[in-house]
C-alpha cells in the first residue's frame, strides 16, 4: 500500500495501475478515509486506488468546490493525472452518492459501477430535511473531531456499536482510526473538516441524487445493500422500497442485500464480487 499526493488530493493504492490494465476507484464514506478500503483490495487482483476526499485524512485542507460536485471534480482531476482508461468506480455511504458524478466526469473510461448502501435516496421521511440534518450531523462532528486520550477512545466514538456483534473485525475498525488521527496538545485528533462533513452530509441527504447520471453513462452499475443500519439493530438505510424506485431511474441497475450493517458491509466479500463480474463482463 502506497500514500501519495495526486492533484492535490492524498491518494492510497494498492497495487500498480497500469495505463491501459483495470484499475478500481474507491470512494469512501462521510467521516471515513481511504483506509476503509484495504479489505477490499486484500480480496481482488486488479490494483485499487483510493483518495482521501478533500476535508478528510490527508487531503483535509485539500482545496474543492462545495457539496458533491466539488468532490467529484477533485476526485476526476486525479484520476487524469494518474491517466486511469479503465475503470470501476465503487462508492461507500456518501460515496455511492458521490459516484454518478465522478462517472460523468470520467465518460467513458468507466467500465461499471458499485454502490454500497448509497446512491439511491432512502425513503422521504422528516428525518432528512436539511434543517434536521444539519442539526444531527452537527451534533455527530462535535463528538468526533476533538481531542482524544488514544486510538481506542476515538474507535469507540467513531465505530459506535457497529462492531458490537463481530469482534473479528474491531481490529479493523481500529486500523481505520488509526489513519485518520493526528498527534493533537491533549493527545489525538481527528484529521477530519466538521464544516465540510456537515455541508457534504446534507448535500448527500436533503438534495435531489444524482442517480440518473448513471443512465447516461451507460455501464453497468450494482447496488450492495446492508440488511442493518447504523448497527444491527437499526434497520436498513435503504427500504426494498426505496430501492425499486433507484430501479426506476436506473433501469439496468441490479442488487442484492448483504446479512451486515452500514459499516460492517465494507468486510463483506458482495463488494469484491461485484468488482470481479464488472470485470468480467
Given at each position: 500500500?502506497?500514500?501519495?499526493?495526486?492533484?492535490?488530493?492524498?491518494?492510497?493504492?494498492?497495487?500498480?495501475?497500469a495505463?491501459?490494465?483495470?484499475?478500481?476507484?474507491?470512494?469512501?464514506?462521510?467521516?471515513?478515509?481511504?483506509?476503509?478500503?484495504?479489505?477490499?483490495?486484500?480480496?481482488?487482483?486488479?490494483?485499487?486506488?483510493?483518495?482521501?476526499?478533500?476535508?478528510?485524512?490527508?487531503?483535509?485542507?485539500?482545496?474543492?468546490?462545495?457539496?458533491?460536485?466539488?468532490?467529484?471534480?477533485?476526485?476526476?482531476?486525479?484520476?487524469?493525472?494518474?491517466?486511469?482508461?479503465?475503470?470501476?468506480?465503487?462508492?461507500h455511504?456518501?460515496?455511492?452518492?458521490?459516484?454518478?458524478?465522478?462517472?460523468?466526469?470520467l465518460?467513458?473510461?468507466?467500465?461499471?459501477?458499485?454502490?454500497?448502501?448509497?446512491?439511491?435516496?432512502?425513503?422521504?421521511?422528516?428525518?432528512?430535511?436539511?434543517?434536521?440534518?444539519?442539526?444531527?450531523?452537527?451534533?455527530?462532528?462535535?463528538?468526533?473531531?476533538?481531542?482524544?486520550?488514544?486510538?481506542?477512545?476515538?474507535?469507540a466514538?467513531?465505530?459506535?456499536?457497529?462492531?458490537?456483534?463481530?469482534?473479528?473485525?474491531?481490529?479493523?475498525?481500529?486500523?481505520?482510526?488509526?489513519?485518520?488521527?493526528?498527534?493533537?496538545?491533549?493527545?489525538?485528533?481527528?484529521?477530519?473538516?466538521?464544516?465540510?462533513?456537515?455541508?457534504?452530509?446534507?448535500?448527500?441527504?436533503?438534495r435531489?441524487?444524482?442517480?440518473?447520471?448513471?443512465?447516461?453513462?451507460?455501464?453497468?452499475?450494482?447496488?450492495?445493500?446492508?440488511?442493518?443500519?447504523?448497527?444491527?439493530?437499526?434497520?436498513?438505510?435503504?427500504?426494498?422500497?426505496?430501492?425499486?424506485?433507484?430501479?426506476?431511474?436506473?433501469?439496468?441497475?441490479?442488487?442484492?442485500?448483504?446479512e451486515?450493517?452500514?459499516?460492517?458491509?465494507?468486510?463483506?466479500?458482495?463488494?469484491?464480487?461485484?468488482?470481479?463480474?464488472?470485470?468480467?463482463?
Amino acid at each position: 500500500m502506497a500514500l501519495a499526493q495526486v492533484a492535490g488530493l492524498a491518494v492510497r493504492s494498492w497495487g500498480t495501475p497500469a495505463p491501459d490494465g483495470p484499475v478500481v476507484l474507491a470512494l469512501h464514506g462521510l467521516t471515513s478515509t481511504s483506509a476503509v478500503w484495504a479489505d477490499l483490495a486484500g480480496r481482488l487482483d486488479v490494483p485499487v486506488v483510493a483518495p482521501d476526499l478533500p476535508g478528510r485524512g490527508f487531503s483535509v485542507a485539500a482545496a474543492a468546490g462545495p457539496g458533491l460536485a466539488g468532490l467529484a471534480r477533485e476526485v476526476v482531476r486525479s484520476v487524469d493525472e494518474l491517466g486511469l482508461r479503465h475503470v470501476v468506480v465503487v462508492g461507500h455511504s456518501m460515496g455511492a452518492f458521490l459516484a454518478p458524478l465522478v462517472v460523468e466526469g470520467l465518460g467513458g473510461r468507466v467500465v461499471g459501477t458499485v454502490l454500497l448502501d448509497g446512491g439511491v435516496a432512502p425513503e422521504p421521511s422528516m428525518l432528512l430535511k436539511p434543517l434536521v440534518v444539519r442539526g444531527a450531523f452537527g451534533v455527530q462532528t462535535r463528538r468526533l473531531v476533538r481531542d482524544f486520550p488514544d486510538a481506542d477512545a476515538y474507535t469507540a466514538v467513531a465505530e459506535g456499536k457497529a462492531a458490537a456483534n463481530r469482534p473479528d473485525l474491531q481490529p479493523g475498525f481500529r486500523a481505520w482510526a488509526e489513519a485518520v488521527l493526528r498527534p493533537s496538545a491533549q493527545g489525538f485528533r481527528p484529521n477530519l473538516d466538521a464544516r465540510r462533513l456537515v455541508a457534504d452530509a446534507v448535500d448527500s441527504l436533503t438534495r435531489a441524487p444524482h442517480l440518473g447520471l448513471l443512465v447516461a453513462a451507460g455501464a453497468p452499475v450494482h447496488l450492495v445493500a446492508a440488511a442493518h443500519g447504523a448497527d444491527d439493530t437499526k434497520p436498513a438505510f435503504l427500504s426494498g422500497n426505496a430501492i425499486a424506485a433507484g430501479n426506476r431511474v436506473v433501469p439496468h441497475l441490479t442488487w442484492e442485500r448483504v446479512e451486515a450493517n452500514h459499516a460492517t458491509m465494507l468486510f463483506d466479500p458482495a463488494a469484491a464480487a461485484a468488482v470481479r463480474e464488472l470485470l468480467s463482463s
